[in-house]
């Protein structure tokens, strides 16, 4: 059973215009979410998060919302860059110690 | 302040050897995950320790896998006995002790191959 779902697999999206990544997750426990962007052969890092108690975070060209009445999630990224062609994941944990639980990844690519 | 450091970057064994991956977490980290990605597919909890305490092994394969975080070192991560099926990525993370809602630092991962 994935708690934390992330339904397309892949997305292009034309440079300068806005890429947005969706996450569906199921635990009502989550309180705590989390983006994180991995390029080939290298460890995820970290990008952006929020928690239960906001419904927007914002850094630089990366917003995330949350909406927990649907308990859904999304990235927006704009303007899109090609160095933004990764893959992102997106990330949920339940309380201080538990452990993150990560979808399956969406593919960006950012075509110039 | 070095990030997470795992080593090695890639480790090659035969079918029946056993595999070891390092994990050393961020300075002042004592919270260490460990995961595994397998081809084409996401990130897949495995184990999540702090000092010499297993917290949540609900994702680690019920037989030939273990990990340790000792009181000193490194996580350690060991598969006996590999087989082909265990050939993945292994990533390691770390978060602080304290605060809530912290994210997890991620090391650059372990490509284990099996042949």
């Known amino acids: 059973d994935q708690q934390v779902k992330q339904n397309s697999p892949s997305l292009s999206v034309q440079e300068g215009r806005i890429s947005i990544l969706n996450c569906d997750y199921t635990?009502?426990?989550?309180?705590?979410f989390l983006w994180y962007k991995k390029y080939p052969a290298e460890g995820p890092t970290f990008l952006i998060s929020?928690?239960?108690?906001?419904d927007k975070n914002e850094d630089g060209r990366f917003t995330v919302f949350l909406n927990k009445s649907a308990k859904h999630l999304s990235l927006h990224i704009v303007p899109s860059q090609p160095g933004d062609s990764a893959v992102y994941f997106c990330?949920?944990?339940?309380?201080?110690?538990?452990?993150?639980?990560f979808g399956p990844g969406t593919r960006l690519s950012v075509l110039p | 302040n070095a990030g997470v450091m795992q080593n090695p970057r890639h480790l090659v064994r035969r079918r029946g050897q056993e595999a070891r991956l390092r994990c050393s977490p961020m300075?002042?980290?004592?919270?260490v995950y460990w995961y595994r990605q397998l081809p084409e597919e996401g990130l897949k909890f495995m184990v999540y320790?702090?000092?010499?305490?297993?917290?949540?092994e609900s994702g680690m394969p019920k037989e030939r896998f273990s990990a340790e975080f000792p009181k000193e070192g490194p996580s350690i991560l060991r598969i006996q006995q590999v087989v082909r099926g265990d050939s993945a990525a292994y990533f390691c993370?770390?978060?602080?002790?304290?605060?809530?809602?912290?994210?997890?630092?991620f090391g650059q991962g372990t490509r284990l191959t099996v042949v």
């Open positions: 929020i928690s239960s108690i906001k």
């Open positions: 990330a949920a944990s339940a309380m201080y110690g538990q452990n993150f639980v």
């Open positions: 320790l702090q000092k010499e305490n297993i917290i949540d």
């Open positions: 993370a770390s978060s602080p002790q304290t605060g809530r809602y912290t994210e997890a630092f």
């Open positions: 635990n009502s426990m989550f309180d705590y």
């Open positions: 300075k002042g980290h004592s919270h």
